[in-house]
């Protein structure tokens, strides 16, 4: 089993509608967690982090951990064609030399 | 300024043949990651250099698998005796120190191509 598990897709919405993206992780010392963004041909780049639970809002973007439940979300508003990328989840721990990346969901928005 | 840089982009070679991939981090950054990104499979740990530490190697997969970081800036990752299960986009990032506390920056990756 995988440390961090996420749903691969693809996914396709509609322009402006809302986009959830979801990742569940099995290692309850986990107390960092990413969304990075990946589009084709590029490496990815880091959209949000958070630390240990709660929920952090950037403009169209929010990120959600809960850790009762070792879950975490990703939800975009007013999707846009630009948001068309895959997304990664990751997480880490203190004391730990890497990340740990879940498989990407794969996400189109069509104009 | 400069982001992370590697080269080549891409690479095709034969079964058997050893490759050398080159990653250029962010000046000034001490850490360094080499992860693999396989279809389906996501992003695997590969090796981590942090300073002049010792580098934690535990993500390698076989003893094919090598890197090294001179003068603590760029790096090299070799592949001896390539297989076609090899074949994977092989992405560098770095950090400013250490993981918790500073965001990894990722270079665009080489995609080899063992065939």
């Known amino acids: 089993q995988k440390e961090v598990e996420q749903d691969p897709g693809p996914l396709s919405v509609p322009e402006g509608a809302i986009v959830s993206l979801n990742c569940t992780y099995s290692n309850s010392a986990f107390q960092y967690f990413m969304w990075y963004r990946q589009y084709s041909r590029k490496g990815p780049e880091l959209l949000m982090y958070?630390?240990?639970?709660g929920n952090k809002e950037d403009g169209r973007f929010t990120a959600q951990v809960d850790k009762s439940s070792k879950y975490i979300s990703l939800f975009i508003r007013d999707s846009q064609p630009s948001d068309s990328a895959t997304y990664l989840c990751a997480a880490g721990y203190p004391g730990a030399n890497n990340l740990f990346f879940g498989t990407g969901t794969r996400l189109t928005v069509i104009p | 300024g400069a982001g992370v840089s590697q080269s080549p982009s891409n690479k095709v070679t034969e079964k058997g043949k050893d490759v050398e991939l080159r990653c250029d981090p962010i000046?000034?950054?001490?850490?360094l990651y080499w992860y693999r990104q396989s279809l389906g499979q996501g992003l695997e740990f590969l090796i981590y250099?942090?300073?002049?530490?010792?580098?934690?190697k535990s993500g390698l997969p076989s003893d094919r698998f090598s890197a090294e970081r001179t003068g603590g800036s760029v790096s090299t990752l070799t592949i001896q005796r390539t297989q076609q299960e090899d074949s994977a986009v092989y992405l560098c990032a770095s950090s400013l120190f250490s993981l918790a506390s500073d965001t990894q920056y990722f270079g665009p990756g080489t995609r080899l191509t063992v065939l």
């Open positions: 958070t630390y240990s639970s």
């Open positions: 000046s000034g950054h001490t850490a």
């Open positions: 250099f942090q300073g002049n530490s010792a580098p934690d």
